[in-house]
């Protein structure tokens, strides 16, 4: 089982990619991933508004 590891909004990549032992590209990459499978859960979903403004916020 994997270590669960917790991260705060104002962590920088830099610092998430020290913590896992990654790249930075990489967490750019696996964020990329996750915000692209939170986008197709989202066409479904009954609050698919906000969470797309949640979205939109995390990528600006």
Do not use: Y
Not at 15 to 44: H, M
């Amino acid at each position: 089982m994997s270590e669960r590891r917790n991260f705060s909004d104002g962590m920088t990549i830099d610092e998430i990619a020290k913590v896992l032992g990654v790249t930075k590209e990489q967490v750019r990459r696996i964020e990329a991933q996750a915000l692209k499978k939170l986008k197709r859960i989202l066409l479904n979903h009954p609050l698919r508004e906000e969470l797309a403004q949640f979205i939109a916020r995390r990528r600006a």
